[in-house]
């Protein structure tokens, strides 16, 4: 089975730049997380989708930080216009009706 | 501060032994997960728990919210057992990690 694939692994970006993050969730799972994790905040809730439908925006991160799931297999997170305090490893999670996540191996992103 | 401070940080044990992973808690998680670290570095599941215990096979977990804290046992360790393991814990929108526990087992 597959699990949940990210891409790409790695990006590095200017400052001012739009970066797309890509996700596919584990087939058949209903939920879909991205979460940026940082050693000092640990792992922060971006979004969060049931169904395709957008439950949570994580709140702060409204402004620069757009995800979308056009639909149940595929969901982007865009960041636009990035900055330097955006370099963290983003991580894309699913699960069936909120029980265990499975996540997958995140992008690692660097901001210039 | 730190919200999951996890032990030992590394542990070396012998082919058919057993020991435990720790993870304390500064407040209290409203669930916990335990992970191993594949070759590909993706981290796979190992239990969730929100309270109570779980076994699987030679992998036995337990958790509790109240005292603050989680642990992983390992009995009967086999080779492929080795790999680092982190235990995940979280509520209101965040989930922290341990700093992981790096296992070696030796023949």
């Known amino acids: 089975d597959a699990g949940v694939t990210q891409t790409p692994r790695h990006e590095v970006a200017e400052k001012g730049q739009t970066i797309i993050l890509k996700c596919e969730p584990v087939s058949g799972h209903n939920d879909l997380f991205w979460y940026r994790q940082t050693k000092i905040q640990g792992l922060e809730l971006l979004s969060y989708f049931r169904s395709k439908s957008l439950m949570e925006d994580g709140g702060a991160f409204k402004d620069r930080f757009k995800a979308e799931m056009l639909n149940s297999s595929f969901s982007t997170l865009k960041i636009q216009p990035t900055e330097p305090k955006d370099s963290a490893v983003y991580l894309c999670?699913?699960?069936?009706?909120?029980?265990?996540?499975?996540f997958g191996p995140g992008t690692r992103l660097t901001v210039l | 501060g730190d919200q999951v401070e996890q032990s030992p940080s590394a542990l070396s044990l012998h082919e058919g032994t057993g020991s435990a992973l720790r993870c304390n808690f500064t407040t209290t998680m409203r669930a916990v997960q335990w992970f191993r670290k594949n070759s590909r570095g993706s981290l796979i599941n190992l239990f969730y728990l929100a309270s109570g215990t779980k076994e699987n096979g030679r992998l036995k977990s337990a958790f509790d919210s109240k005292e603050r804290y989680s642990t992983l046992h390992i009995r009967d360790a086999q080779l492929e057992d080795s790999g680092t393991y982190f235990c995940a814990a979280g509520g209101n929108n965040r989930i922290f990690f341990g700093d992981g526990t790096q296992l070696v087992v030796k023949p």
């Open positions: 999670a699913s699960s069936l009706n909120r029980d265990e996540q499975y």
